[in-house]
């Protein structure tokens, strides 16, 4: 009998439900007041896998900031069955599936080396002593002892490769047996966070969005995405600001037809995201348009209203993003720019605007793409298209202060 079904029946393994931020600063033994603060997050939903039996992930994530300590979640949100994690690795990430040898650490989750996450449950692990670098590649490696069932917790268009092996290699800087694993458009499984220790950073700033946030047409492994080149502006600034993407293609504010409908999981997605101070509101309404039955400009300026409130309320400051042009024509253009120029009244509430209409938008047209950010769809920018969008980040809306008020 596989040694990891007694555990599983019997629950002997830890079982942790913990909110962000809530875990101990303890790190071997010592404590800290520094607090916790997202540097990598992939917003979960429901992925389109087979199941894993006896099989080792390794998942590369790339860094916004660095830190001396790090933790990541693991989520069983959308699982039907009990997730069993029977070890879990952290090292520095090298080229492909390897990673740099004497880097690799033991992740450990309420002091034990394996875990099991109920249903619909997340876990936090404990604080482990890494030293995590700013805009770097760190893998994070997985054991699943037991069959895990399928359609997985996890992100998908994740835009990463990441690897599988046979048997437990988590600790193996080479992945000895791995090849790469890519079905779903790179999905990540089960891991949606990696936070670090950081007594320079103030605060996290969560995009909040769709496809255009989640990176659709950037290149796969380029990390390309307009927060990750938002993020390397950041760093250049000497702003030691984490970059979270909580992005999922197709998503829009009111159905569940990609991933939970932006209403509900903002509050899962934004306001409980660790170190949150900011949050960029971006282009999810323009799914609620772009679909056989629009939404009216009426209803997505109130759910914009909701969100600024509910941000504000969690002393988050909300940077509202203009929608980009999508070729649309009669109503539903004229919805686009009706919202466009609600987001940019001084009556909004937002505390900053990011115009990524007009960063992206044919001034000869307005309506649609500049044919140098087209990614050829007439939706998606390409990759000099997100990187415009980035540049069109103020980066002193990323500083401290209290959200605006508006009555």
Same mark, same amino acid.
């Given at each position: 009998m596989n040694r990891w079904i007694p555990a599983l029946l019997k629950a002997a393994l830890v079982i942790s439900i913990v909110l962000p931020g809530t875990a101990s600063n303890r790190v071997q033994?010592?404590?800290?007041? *520094? %607090?916790?603060?997202? !540097?990598?997050?992939? /917003?979960?939903?429901?992925?389109?896998?087979? =199941?894993?039996?006896?099989?080792?992930?390794?998942?590369?994530?790339?860094?916004?900031?660095?830190?001396?300590?790090?933790?990541?979640?693991?989520?069983?949100?959308?699982?039907?069955?009990?997730?069993?994690?029977?070890?879990?690795?952290?090292?520095?990430? *090298? %080229?492909?599936?390897? !990673?740099?040898?004497? /880097?690799?650490?033991?992740?450990?989750?309420? =002091?034990?080396p394996n875990v099991t996450i109920a249903v619909g449950a997340s876990v936090v692990s404990d604080p482990v002593a890494f030293e995590v670098p700013a805009l770097s590649d760190i893998a994070i490696s997985l054991y699943l002892p037991v069959r895990t069932a399928p359609r997985s917790t996890g992100h998908v268009d994740g835009l990463q490769d990441i690897y599988i092996a046979a048997g437990d290699v988590a600790a193996d800087p080479a992945f000895t047996g791995g090849s790469t694993f890519s079905p779903g458009g790179q999905s990540y499984y089960f891991l949606t966070n990696l936070d670090v220790m950081s007594p320079a950073a103030t605060g996290a700033v969560v995009t909040f969005g769709a496809s255009i946030t989640d990176g659709l047409k950037s290149s796969v492994n380029g990390n390309h995405r307009w927060p990750n080149r938002l993020a390397i502006r950041l760093q250049q600034a000497g702003m030691t600001v984490g970059v979270l993407n909580q992005g999922i293609s197709g998503n829009d504010f009111f159905t569940n037809n990609a991933g939970q409908a932006g209403l509900k999981r903002f509050g899962r997605d934004v306001l409980r995201q660790p170190g949150a101070n900011w949050v960029v509101i971006s282009d999810d309404a323009i799914n609620d348009l772009n679909t056989d039955k629009p939404s009216t400009?009426?209803?997505?300026?109130?759910?914009?209203?909701?969100?600024?409130?509910?941000?504000?309320?969690?002393?988050?400051?909300v940077i509202c993003s203009t929608l980009t042009p999508f070729a649309a024509t009669g109503p539903v253009e004229a919805a686009r720019q009706d919202i466009n120029a609600f987001i940019l009244s001084s009556t909004s509430g937002c505390d900053a605007v990011l115009d990524q209409a007009k960063a992206v938008s044919d001034p000869a047209n307005p309506a649609n793409l500049l044919p140098a950010y087209n990614s050829g769809d007439d939706l998606h920018p390409n990759e000099a298209g997100l990187q415009a969008i980035a540049d069109a980040m103020d980066l002193n809306a990323l500083t401290a202060g209290p959200p605006v008020q508006v009555p």
């Open positions: 033994g010592v404590e800290t007041s *520094a %607090p916790w603060i997202g !540097t990598w997050s992939a /917003s979960p939903s429901i992925t389109d896998d087979a =199941g894993f039996n006896n099989q080792t992930l390794r998942q590369i994530v790339r860094t916004s900031i660095g830190g001396t300590s790090a933790r990541i979640h693991l989520s069983n949100l959308f699982g039907s069955e009990p997730l069993v994690i029977g070890e879990a690795r952290i090292a520095r990430g *090298a %080229p492909g599936q390897q !990673t740099v040898p004497g /880097s690799d650490r033991a992740v450990t989750f309420g =002091g034990q400009a009426a209803r997505l300026i109130g759910a914009l209203r909701q969100l600024i409130e509910r941000a504000h309320r969690a002393n988050i400051k």
